[in-house]
């Protein structure tokens, strides 16, 4: 769930307003493909329930994901074919949201595109970080105050993650009298 915090964080009420207006809410069964590796996808997701497993046909199964998570957002910003595959790891739903969609808006709207550059940044940060953590590069933990540690939120990040809860149930909320796909 904090990894849609992080996102909606760095965005304006607005902004997710505007999400949960274009994007379209789809319902996913078990095993079903979301995005296929090696295959040039259209959009990003955001996952609103369930999980998701994220998988590399030459390892298997990388990483499971739950609620709040968002995947599609690397082939977004760098327009190259996803390095896995996402599957539904039993019933979900996510807002998918088109890269046209989101880069028409940035047209429109140049300080949306800085929002959402931001908050990918972040996330994508806070992903390398995790996928350093887990094969162990670097030194172990430590305690140092000024380390951030696994599942913790940096500071600056803090301040709006109330914010971004409340965005996130406004978004279910009004994807809630939205019609599935």
């Not at 996952?47 to 998701?52: A, H, I, R």
Request: include cysteine; proline fraction near 2%.
């Amino acid at each position: 769930m904090r990894k849609v915090l992080v996102i909606l964080g760095q965005l304006q009420d607005s902004d997710v307003e505007w999400m949960a207006r274009t994007g379209i809410k789809r319902a996913f069964g078990g095993g079903d493909t979301i995005i296929e590796e090696g295959v040039r996808g259209d959009s990003l997701f955001v996952l609103l329930e369930g999980n998701l497993r994220i998988e590399d046909s030459k390892i298997g199964t990388i990483a499971t994901l739950g609620t709040g998570e968002i995947v599609g957002e690397m082939s977004f910003v760098d327009d190259a074919p996803p390095s896995a595959s996402v599957i539904a790891d039993g019933e979900c739903s996510v807002l998918e949201l088109s890269h046209a969609a989101l880069e028409s808006r940035m047209e429109d709207d140049p300080a949306f595109g800085k929002r959402l550059y931001k908050a990918l940044c972040f996330f994508l940060a806070d992903r390398l970080r995790g996928t350093v953590r887990r094969f162990g590069y670097g030194q172990v933990g430590s305690l140092r105050s000024d380390d951030v540690m696994e599942d913790e939120l940096d500071e600056r990040l803090l301040d709006n993650v109330s914010i971004a809860g409340e965005r996130f149930d406004r978004m279910l909320r009004t994807l809630a009298t939205a019609r599935a796909e």
